[in-house]
């Protein structure tokens, strides 16, 4: 009797419920697109950042005190600590080997041309590795990966390419150099003579360097499969509360929570691991960036999502609130004929969760086109429906129709049987 009794409400009521349905549709609509693209957020503008640099260095242990200015180190080539090339690999067999998605070497020395001391740095541009026991095999690196935004006016430099240098803006110009032009540099009275494939111009210290492939320069240094630097991206995860504490201070399960979870801190600790002669640390800039940008990302969708749940209770509200208006003498013969005030409030309470378990469905069906739109429009990528998402839907919608019912339902329970029938 009772679901026969609210079959029978909605339908007589029925546009009035359909615009019930379209408030909660709309706050649904827009609670399941933020909840898909939150779910990919990380990733998707985590993806974006990486377009700005690498946010990892991996520096060797125990390294002496170094000279570096810009980014360039002045030490002495037989004072400083080396990493081993053949090790590179392993950054991609940690725990978190998905989110690497970049990482590229680097050995710099300084060099003479035309008698100015000017800093040589080998490195890889755009390099396929083999990376043993995994499914993908290989993986890239190299400069593409870790500085996408490198403006190069000519050409890059092929992998297995000793020929060919790239040159920062600012020397071209000191040098009067162009494309197609060679360079002569030397080195400890080593004389080599390099054709300038390209002129590189980021506005930072690459601009007054010149870059060889990394073997160029471990050839030149005497230092066969050495690299002194690797920059790692990595996307990560904000920072929480458990990010900041001292895994050391961490219970069993605490850690274990912590190390499966792509934090900045638990990343470094993975290739750490893997590097045994490295030492992991994060680019503190570009890493705080990240997690500020991050968590004030998830902060406005939370509150755009909560401002839209608000307009579809108080569009459930309105509706209800006319509802309980018309059927005051219904709801007086009710109590009259001996039906106690919960099952009254279960009546309106049933009709709320059902426009909310309607206007749920129907919003996760929007949010879905919403998300992708996002997605595109925003991030430039797909977002992928999380199922996950669905149950979430339809309990916030179902939560917002029978928030928004709560006060009708409350003066519905308030009616006196004699009063209303007496019509007044």
Known sequence: MFLRIIRQSLKVRYKRILLAIAAVLMGASVAAALLNVYFSLNDKVGRELKNYGANIVVNPKNNALQL??????????????????????????????????GFNPYLDTVVQVQGQNVTLTGTWFDKEIAVPQEAYKTVAAGMKTVAPWWQVEGNSIAADDRQ?????????????????????????????????????????????????????????????????????????????????????????????????????DSITLQIDEVLKNGQAKPIQQIAQAENKFLAKMNLLMLLVTVMALLAAALGVMTTMTTTVLERRKEIGILKAIGVEIQQVA??????????????????????IGLAKFIGQSVFNAQITPDIQVLPLTIGIAIAVALLGSSLPVWRATRIEPVIVLRGE
């Open 164 to 264: 060919h240098v790239i040159m920062g803006a600012a020397l071209a110009e000191r040098f009067r150099v162009k494309p197609g032009d060679n360079i002569e540099f030397t080195y400890n009275q080593q004389r080599r003579t390099m054709q300038v494939a390209g002129i590189v111009n980021t506005g930072g210290a690459e601009d007054s360097q010149i870059y060889a492939n990394l073997a160029v320069v471990q050839e030149l240094l005497g230092l066969p499969n050495k690299y002194s630097q690797l920059k790692v991206s990595a996307l990560i995860t904000p920072n929480d509360a458990l990010a900041k504490r001292n895994p050391d201070t961490m219970t069993p399960k605490e850690y274990e929570r912590w190390y499966c979870t792509p934090y900045m």
């Open 68 to 101: 570096e200015m810009d980014g360039v180190n002045y030490t002495p080539v037989a004072e400083r600590q080396y990493l081993d090339e053949a090790e590179i690999y392993k950054v991609k067999k940690i725990f978190w080997k998905y989110n690497i998605v």
């Open 346 to 367: 279960l009546l309106f309470l049933g009709e709320a969760a059902a426009i909310g378990l309607v206007g749920g469905i129907a919003g996760y069906a929007a949010g």
